[in-house]
């Protein structure tokens, strides 16, 4: 048997568990890790701020099957990688993060750069564990890729003594665990096909991890076939196609009023994937009393609020392989089914919004008909994000990368990462300006990597979020919302790519198109009305 070092076998532990990409930006306490992705197949891709190689390997844990791999380096590195963990864990998205260390013998002794992984990381990860016995390093990697993809999905943490990671060991990598897709008790599937022939306002909810192309179609045809309308939970938006006269829109910030009464009027609830947490049920008053079905791989249910009458334990995939080809006869309320169609239809027709600068409701509209059928979208956490929740279409499975825990900054990065994963599908990323700026550094990780998306800064010049809330609660007062911004345009061209400011919405549709065709990371400088704060529709 041939020898290596630990850091060589973590990378021979990842190439077998299939990982293509890990983000990084290095640290001296990880040498040896660096060194043997030198010549891996693994790409190494190096971001500019630890918060943006975290986003990216979010994003790629959302839209692929592995876990997202980054790697920082101790103390202030991992500060600032804590962000991703943290939105990984609220979000429950696969994600490994391997922070380097001090050595051994320095610890407990305030050394350079010295912390506590287990104080910093253990309320908001799956695991957190240190490599302290080299030999086990291929295991330990193993472990951490099935606890991030096993029962309700998540972060784990592993710290990397860098006097470890330099010991001697065996060469020898270990077959990967298989994550288990646990399918539906046959018993379970006709207690819920009863339900459902009982009710008479039955609505399904989808969300959380794992969805494909075929289990997205195959739960919306059997929703239509029994009459059920189909919800997305708070950015799980590309659950189901939305081509499907089943799909309903979604729920959480930005939702209509009417599928927040029809929360309320359902007398069946059938949760998928996700649970019945805080911003799904407008802060925990709304769909609370109906009868409450909830097919989830975590036995726990965390986040799980209210009622649970049955708790069906299976991935989502083999749930919706299961579901009867037969159909059951229903006797729904006459308009349940049409109506939840007809009003998303409504609600998700771009309308002007009026005010000086870009219109976002003529632009979505333009969007809406100009970008690619399996586009990915992305975006981070403000008010910009809810023009493209409410009127783009997904259709496409792994098409959204979009914080649910209301970070701000993974915009950019998590653009980098769908670009790189999906060199094939087109990327287009709604930023904020103050969303933007956080971590808008990351153009420059794109032009390094051959990544190539279209970012539409909305740039209003202040923090609408909370200036919104400022006029709710403190009229009058606006208090630290206000923000000064760069030229957008020429910082993208700074960086390489292709910027251009548009300051007239009868010339969004043009600049978009110069954006496509540039085949650079574009970015198109849209200012807005800083009054304009929401879609501004008839029906809301």
């Not at 007809?342 to 870009?358: E, H, W």
């Not at 957008?488 to 600049?511: N, W």
Request: hydrophobic share 45%; charged share 20%.
């Amino acid at each position: 048997m041939s020898t290596t070092t630990a850091g060589h076998l973590i990378v021979g532990q990842l190439e077998r568990a299939g990982v293509k990409r890990v983000y990084t930006v290095p640290g001296e306490s990880f040498l040896d890790v660096l060194d043997g992705l030198h010549g891996s197949p693994i790409q190494n891709v190096v971001a500019r701020q630890e918060g943006g190689a975290g986003f990216m390997a979010l994003a790629e844990g959302r839209l692929t099957e592995l876990p997202g791999i980054a790697m920082v380096t101790r103390g202030p590195g991992a500060a600032n990688a804590f962000i991703a963990i943290h939105t990984a864990y609220q979000d429950a998205t696969p994600l490994i993060l391997f922070v380097g260390l001090i050595p051994v013998a320095d610890r407990g002794r305030e050394s350079f750069q010295e912390f506590d992984i287990n104080a910093w990381f253990g309320s908001t990860a799956k695991k957190v564990v240190t490599l302290d016995d080299a030999a086990s390093a291929a295991r330990v990697v193993d472990d951490a890729i099935f606890t991030a993809l096993s029962g309700r999905p998540g972060p784990v943490v592993i710290g990397l003594p860098e006097d470890v990671l330099v010991h001697v060991v065996e060469d020898a990598t270990v077959e990967p665990r298989k994550v288990a897709r646990t399918r539906p008790a046959v018993a379970d599937m006709d207690e819920l096909n009863r339900k459902l022939a009982a009710a008479r306002k039955p609505l399904i909810v989808v969300g959380g991890e794992g969805w494909t192309q075929e289990s997205g179609e195959q739960l919306a045809a059997w929703a239509s076939r029994h009459s059920v309308p189909v919800v997305a939970d708070f950015r799980a938006y590309d659950a189901v196609p939305h081509r499907s006269d089943a799909y309903a829109g979604f729920l959480g910030y930005g939702r209509s009023d009417a599928n927040a009464q029809r929360l309320d009027d359902a007398d069946l609830i059938v949760f998928v994937g996700c649970v019945r947490g805080d911003v799904l049920s407008d802060g925990y008053k709304r769909g609370l009393n109906a009868e409450t079905v909830v097919v989830n791989a975590d036995a726990n249910l965390l986040g799980h609020f209210s009622r649970v009458d049955q708790h069906i334990i299976a991935d989502v995939t083999a749930f919706a392989a299961s579901l009867p080809a037969t159909d059951v006869a229903v006797n729904r309320e006459e308009g349940w089914f049409a109506s939840a169609r007809a009003d998303q239809l409504t609600f998700s027709t771009p309308r002007p919004d009026g005010g000086i600068g870009v219109d976002l409701g003529v632009a979505m509209e333009v969007l809406k008909k100009e970008m690619a059928e399996d586009a990915v979208l992305t975006f981070g956490a403000g008010n910009h994000a809810l023009w493209p929740a409410r009127y783009l279409d997904h259709n496409s499975a792994n098409s959204l990368a979009a914080p649910r825990n209301g970070a701000m900054g993974m915009g950019i990065p998590a653009a980098v990462a769908a670009s790189l994963a999906y060199p094939g599908r087109q990327v287009i990323s709604v930023a904020g300006d103050g969303c933007f700026m956080m971590n808008g550094q990351e153009i420059a990780t794109a032009m390094g990597y051959g990544a190539a998306f279209i970012v539409l800064v909305v740039d209003n010049g202040i923090f609408a979020t909370i200036r919104e809330h400022q006029e709710a609660h403190y009229p009058d007062r606006p208090s630290g919302t206000h923000m000064t911004n760069p030229d957008f345009a020429a910082l993208a061209r700074s960086y390489g790519g292709y910027g251009e400011r548009v300051d007239r919405t009868e010339d969004f549709a043009a600049a978009f198109r110069c954006a496509v065709d540039s085949g650079l990371p574009a970015l198109l400088h849209l200012p807005q009305d800083p009054t304009t704060r929401s879609p501004k529709t008839s029906t809301n």
